[in-house]
């Protein structure tokens, strides 16, 4: 079965360091890779998309691709306790017939802690 | 006007109540979807539509009834829900059909569900 696999944590860090969130995936073929965040109580936001192997940075987030591994991670430099919220790794998965299926992961919650 | 609308954003309702959520999207978009997110468990995807045609996936039960009339618009009606169908539901689109694979989903504030 084509799966999306996180840590579900909590991961805690301390503010000012450096969090690292990481996903795995199943399906080889997979070409585009997406990380959300989700607030308690919200719906999911789109933070960052990734779609080809090597880091991607925007501001404080870095998301970084390994397709032969099949991995991709996100990382939060200089964590603040605004960034305290559930991370959902999200991967398009084939689906069969040349269709794809965004699929989520179990999510990753983060706490930082002042 | 955000971008993905639902509504309502919470609903109590009995099991042999019909209810029905709504969404509308205004970031011209060719897909919507409905997903459900129950605690500790993954984002399910439970309908897609593209082009105003549905993607059915079949294992989501017919207590659970979508529909599309245009593309900014999607619905999914509700009857007979068991108390396990408690959940957000959350509604998204996207500006590429399914079956490209750069697809990222926008969502709406989803609607919170209690089946009593």
């Known amino acids: 079965q084509k799966e999306v696999e996180q840590n579900s944590g909590p991961l805690s860090v301390p503010e000012g360091a450096i969090a690292s969130l990481n996903c795995t995936y199943s399906?080889?073929?997979?070409?585009?890779f997406f990380w959300y965040r989700q607030y308690s109580g919200k719906s999911p936001e789109l933070i960052m998309s990734i779609y080809s192997n090597g880091d991607k940075e925007d501001g404080r987030f870095t998301a970084q691709l390994n397709k032969a591994s099949q991995y991709v991670s996100l990382l939060i430099r200089d964590s603040q306790p605004s960034d305290s919220a559930t991370y959902l790794c999200?991967?398009?998965?084939?689906?069969?017939?040349?269709?794809?299926?965004?699929?989520f992961g179990k999510g990753t919650k983060l706490s930082v802690i002042p | 006007e955000t971008g993905v609308t639902q509504t309502p954003r919470h609903l109590v309702m009995g099991m042999t109540n019909k209810k029905s959520l709504k969404c509308e999207q205004h970031?011209?978009?060719?897909?919507m979807y409905w997903y459900k997110q129950s605690a500790k468990k993954p984002l399910e995807l439970m309908f897609v539509?593209?082009?105003?045609?549905?993607?059915e996936n079949n294992s989501v039960p017919s207590r659970f009834s979508p529909e599309c009339p245009n593309s900014s618009h999607l619905f999914l009606h509700l009857h007979t829900l068991q108390p396990e169908d408690s959940a957000l539901y959350l509604c998204?689109?996207?500006?590429?059909?399914?079956?490209?694979?750069?697809?990222?989903?926008?969502f709406g504030q989803g609607t919170r569900l209690t089946v009593v």
């Open positions: 399906d080889r073929g997979s070409q585009s």
């Open positions: 998204a689109s996207s500006q590429d059909s399914p079956g490209r694979m750069n697809t990222e989903a926008f």
């Open positions: 970031l011209g978009h060719n897909a």
């Open positions: 539509y593209s082009l105003e045609e549905r993607v």
């Open positions: 999200a991967v398009n998965l084939s689906s069969g017939a040349g269709s794809y299926q965004l699929t």
